[in-house]
């Protein structure tokens, strides 16, 4: 009789997280950002019409990512893709601000290392570890 009452509780409590959870404006995309010595260095593992970008930016560049590509020093921060982001360097990290098809408006992340990577999709950042010991 527990094991039947507890099967419901969690049954119920998934079909109340999975009601409340909002659908993602696109979630096909996934974009890989990785720090270079003079800037930095993307891939697009779905949802692009690229593979690979980098881009030179000694300082504090905000550029543009969307699906259809790359817009460095963007002034004017719209696109008509499905996605996109404006990704910005900052003191101990990077800065992405959402400009379309995300569930977020703003996400950071820091490096404590020469080398940071981070994984960008609709849902948020995930920083990627650049070595795996296993």
Same mark, same amino acid.
């Given at each position: 009789?527990?094991?039947?009452?507890?099967?419901?509780?969690?049954?119920?409590a998934a079909v109340s997280l999975m009601a409340a959870r909002q659908p993602l404006p696109h979630d096909g995309f996934q974009v890989s950002v990785e720090r270079t010595s003079s800037g930095w260095r993307a891939r697009c593992g779905a949802g692009c019409s690229w593979k690979e970008l980098s881009s030179v930016c000694p300082g504090d560049c905000r550029t543009l990512i969307d699906a259809n590509g790359v817009v460095s020093n963007v002034k004017e921060e719209k696109t008509d893709a499905a996605f996109g982001f404006v990704i910005t360097r900052t003191r101990k990290g990077w800065?992405?601000?959402s400009i379309a098809g995300? %569930?977020?408006?703003?996400? @950071?992340w820091s490096c404590s290392v020469a080398s940071c990577r981070? %994984?960008?999709?609709?849902? @948020?950042?995930?920083?990627?570890?650049l070595f795996r010991l296993f």
């Open positions: 009789m527990r094991a039947l009452l507890l099967v419901a509780v969690v049954g119920l800065q992405a601000e995300t %569930s977020w408006k703003q996400v @950071g981070a %994984s960008l999709d609709a849902a @948020g950042v995930t920083v990627v570890p």
